[in-house]
T-cell receptor, first 115, second 108 residues
């Protein structure tokens, strides 16, 4: 079956521009997670959704970052006024249900480069 | 103390060798743990779950020491295809906390 998909796979943008990153989770998975991975670093938790609600936004680095989820399916991560330090791979994962003990399945990520 | 700490490596080992990685965690309330594998420029994938004292799956053995708050991953008879970064992962409420990973390079 289809796994988690993300688009675009690569995005190059200029500093100050807004970007939108999309995640399509596995069908039927109610929980969806966003992570950021800077070059040579571990994964940083950003936000997670249970259904269309975001119980934990604690990892969003600033108010330039926002995310939404609709129809208990697709999620969009928006970064406004991008900065060079936003350059990273943004990974989305989904799991059958909330709770960190459920296996998370990752998408291939969006590689964001801010010039 | 960081929530999850790992030696970044790299560990360079010949094929057939046995190699072990350790990971320490700070949240004593954590009950179960995970090892994820991440190939270069790819997404992480679950390798093993670690419940109670440990878990074994073929050449891979994961062990948990609650008293010392560390988790280990042992790989026996290393293969070239084992070359990857191994991420130690600790649950925290509804989210996962990832270590920075230990890089393994297996050479012929």
């Amino acid at each position: 079956g289809a796994g988690v998909s993300q688009s675009p796979s690569n995005k190059v943008t200029e500093k100050g521009k807004d970007v939108e990153l999309r995640c399509d989770p596995i069908s039927g998975h109610t929980a969806l997670y966003w992570y950021r991975q800077r070059l040579g670093q571990g994964l940083e938790f950003l936000i997670y959704f249970q259904g269309n609600s975001a119980p934990d936004k604690s990892g969003l680095p600033s108010d330039r970052f926002s995310a939404e989820r609709t129809g208990e399916s697709v999620s969009t991560l928006t970064i406004q006024r991008t900065q060079q330090e936003d350059s990273a791979v943004y990974l989305c994962a989904s799991s059958l249900d909330r709770g960190a003990y459920n296996e998370q399945f990752f998408g291939p990520g969006t590689r964001l480069t801010v010039l | 103390r960081k929530e999850v700490e790992q030696d970044p490596g790299p560990f360079n080992v010949p094929e057939g060798a046995t190699v072990a990685f350790n990971c320490t965690y700070s949240n004593s309330a954590s009950q179960s743990f995970f090892w994820y594998r991440q190939d270069c420029r790819k997404e992480p994938k679950l390798l093993m779950s670690v419940y109670s004292s440990g878990n074994e799956d073929g050449r891979f053995t994961a062990q948990l020491n609650r008293a010392s708050q560390y988790i280990s991953l042992l790989i026996r008879d290393s293969k070239l295809s084992d070359s990857a970064t191994y991420l130690c992962v600790v649950p925290d409420a509804d989210k996962l906390i990832f270590g920075t990973g230990t890089r393994l390079q297996v050479f012929p």
